[in-house]
């Protein structure tokens, strides 16, 4: 088996091995990924933050020795929280443009290293002291809030299927990347999410950065979005906005009509 590491702004993955084929996640700067399987220029790999599968093209393939990849794999990475800032290669005297949810793993606060490079970074990263240091009901609901106001980082970014940055996001790529600035992993499909956490009974029960699911007319789970409170959900469709939720689903005022039904709810945190 073959490694990787994504030393890019971020990789396209597509579902089959062809340009044209529909991209179905990306890879963003520091993620990791093992390779499954070779076709012509292309890749089946396996990214290791969320177990996803599927194409890259060789051309975007950076390698990585087992024992390489096994240390960085180990690392707790930090997360930029940055919508967008560059990272110095200072072994290769370049620099790079990574976007908000990258990871910098082994980073000390400036510097980090992937195999012989060393790199400098000089912008925010995520902060979790404000949940160790939540005891009391009222400081875990103050943790929880910052879970909405990191959501709010993403708000109006277009809807992108596949998409994991403000540039192009879909629904689960939202709620992940959201999560994933709290260094909390999530799958990354909605019905996959669905199965992570506590199951709430009712909407009143809702907290700040609880998860709500929506299904299809087939009962499939197709959408998920974030409590903002007990009646407002933020949510990619279309965008990413807010829109009115109750015990039915998530109500459009703009169309005057339900566009979710409401499946399920899950507190993860």
């Keep these: 088996m073959e490694f990787g590491i994504c030393l890019q702004s971020g990789i396209p993955v597509r579902a089959v091995p062809s340009h044209k084929s529909e991209m179905v996640t990306q890879i963003l700067f520091g993620e990791l990924y093992r390779i499954f399987k070779k076709e012509k ?66 980073f000390d606060g400036h510097q980090f290293s992937i195999g012989r490079e060393t790199f400098s970074f000089d ?63 999530l799958l990354r499909d909605a019905a996959q999410q669905a199965t992570q956490g506590e199951t709430l009974n009712f909407v009143t029960e809702a907290e700040p950065g609880d998860l709500a699911f929506f299904d299809n007319p087939e009962g499939e789970i197709t959408h998920v979005g974030i409590f903002m409170d007990k009646n407002r959900i933020i949510h990619a469709s279309g965008k990413v906005r807010i829109d009115i939720i109750d015990h039915v689903g998530i109500y459009n005022e703009e169309e005057q009509r339900y566009s979710h039904n409401l499946r399920i709810m899950k507190r993860i945190i």
Aim: glycine content about 6%; hydrophobic content about 40%; charged content about 20%.
């Design 123 to 185: 912008g925010l990263t995520a902060d979790m002291k404000i949940f160790e240091a939540a005891i009391t009901p009222k400081e875990r609901l103050k943790a929880k809030q910052s879970i909405v106001d990191d959501a709010m980082l993403f708000l109006n970014a277009p809807y992108c299927w596949g998409g994991r940055t403000p540039f192009g996001i879909d629904c689960s790529g939202f709620v992940q990347m959201v999560y994933k600035l709290k260094k909390i992993k």
């Design 41 to 106: 220029e292309w890749l089946m790999i396996e990214l290791s933050y969320d177990n996803y599968p599927g194409w890259i093209h060789s051309a975007q393939f950076h390698p990585l020795e087992e024992s390489e990849f096994i240390r960085l794999f180990n690392l707790d990475p930090s997360v930029s929280v940055d919508l967008v800032q560059l990272v110095s290669n200072d072994t290769k005297q370049t620099v790079l443009p990574i976007i908000l949810g990258s990871s910098l793993p082994g």
